[in-house]
């Protein structure tokens, strides 16, 4: 049975940090691609990080660039979003999803972060 576990989402204050997890089960994670997304309210989903599956190469998107650091950890069939200066538009439904490099084959069910003071 194939599972992706996020955990570590809470509230924060604006400048605040935090790291989200995503526990994977049930494929080959050391050869899948992982991603993270969030889904703000009222908005669509938009890609937030990717990491490769071949020499942990990764790429994000504009708005967290910089301030958000995706890692992975393959014994521990985990992979990590590490999210600093979080900003109140930050404020979404994270969640991670593992795949090849043309899609995604595996969703979490998503953790809340609310950034504000």
């Known amino acids: 049975q194939v599972q992706l576990v996020e955990s570590g989402g809470g509230l924060v204050q604006p400048g605040g940090s935090l790291r989200l997890s995503c526990a994977a089960s049930g494929f080959s994670f050391s050869t899948s691609v992982m991603r993270w997304y969030r889904q703000a309210p009222g908005k669509e989903r938009e890609w937030v990080a990717t990491?490769?599956?071949?020499?942990?190469?990764?790429d994000y998107a504009n708005s967290v660039k910089s301030r958000f650091t995706i890692s992975r950890d393959n014994p521990k069939r985990t992979v990590y979003l590490q999210m600093n200066n979080l900003k109140p538009e930050d404020t979404a439904v994270y969640y991670c999803a593992a795949g090849a490099p043309w899609g995604n084959d595996y969703w979490g069910q998503g953790t809340q972060v609310t950034v504000s003071s």
């Open positions: 990491i490769s599956s071949t020499d942990s190469s990764t």
